[in-house]
C-alpha cells in the first residue's frame, strides 16, 4: 500500500537515516608520523569486553596503515571541533601532517602506538581483532583495550553526519524506563 504523504527516497540516501553514532576522528601512525581520519561509520558489536566494526575506506591511507598495525585509537570530539573534524576528512594524511595543520596535539595511549588527540572528549584505544570483512566490505572488527573521557566536560555535544555537509547535535537527553544497565 502506498501512501500519499510519502515520497520515494533514493536508495543512496539510506545511510542518512542509519547514522550509527557521533563523527569520530582516528588516529594512527605508520611509525613515521601520526596521521588523522575522520569518520562517520562505526557500531557496537558486543559490551564486554567493548567491541566495535570500523568501515575505512580502501582508498584512504589509513587503510593501509590499520591494515599493518592493526591499532587504532577513535577520538570523539565535540561540536567545537566541527569545522577541524569536517577540514580533516577533507584532505588525504598521505600528503599533509594533520596534527600540524589543524593544531591537534598528539598525546601517548597507554596500550597502542597511536597517539589520542589531546583536545577530544573521549578516546578510544582499539586494538584489530578480526580483519575477515576488510578485503571485502572495508570492515575492521576492534577491540577497545582502554578508554579515556575528559570528565571536565559535563554535557558533550557531538556531532553526527547526515550527508552533503549536514550534521546534527546532540540536543536535550532525555530518560526513560529500560531493563538495560
Known amino acids: 500500500m502506498t501512501s500519499t504523504v510519502k515520497k520515494t527516497l533514493a536508495l543512496a540516501k539510506v545511510y542518512q537515516l542509519l547514522e550509527p553514532g557521533p563523527v569520530v576522528l582516528v588516529s594512527t601512525t605508520n611509525g ?11 557500531m557496537m558489536v558486543d559490551f564486554e569486553p567493548p567491541i566495535l566494526a ?8 589509513t587503510f593501509d596503515i590499520v591494515k599493518k598495525t592493526k591499532e587504532l585509537v ?49 578516546n578510544l584505544e582499539c586494538k584489530v581483532i578480526d580483519t575477515k570483512l576488510a578485503s571485502k566490505y572495508n570492515i575492521f572488527i576492534c ?39
Not at 32 to 42: A, G, K, L, Q, V
Not at 85 to 106: E, H, I, M, R, W
Not at 107 to 120: D, K, N, Y
Not at 153 to 165: E, S, V
Open 54 to 61: 570500523c568501515v575505512i575506506s580502501n582508498r584512504g591511507f
Open 32 to 42: 613515521t608520523r601520526p596521521n588523522i581520519m575522520t569518520m562517520s561509520w562505526h
Open 74 to 122: 577513535l577520538n570523539i570530539p565535540t561540536v567545537e571541533l566541527a569545522k577541524t573534524v569536517v577540514a580533516c576528512g577533507n584532505c588525504t594524511g598521505q600528503s599533509v601532517d594533520k596534527f600540524k595543520k589543524f593544531g591537534l596535539t598528539p598525546t601517548p595511549a597507554s596500550l597502542v602506538q597511536a597517539p589520542l588527540i589531546g583536545e577530544c572528549y573521549a
Open 143 to 181: 577491540e577497545v583495550v582502554h578508554a579515556w573521557i575528559d570528565r571536565k566536560q559535563l554535557h558533550p555535544r557531538t556531532i553526527h553526519h547526515h550527508g552533503n555537509g549536514t550534521f546534527v547535535v546532540d540536543g536535550p537527553t532525555i530518560k526513560l524506563p529500560s531493563k538495560m544497565k
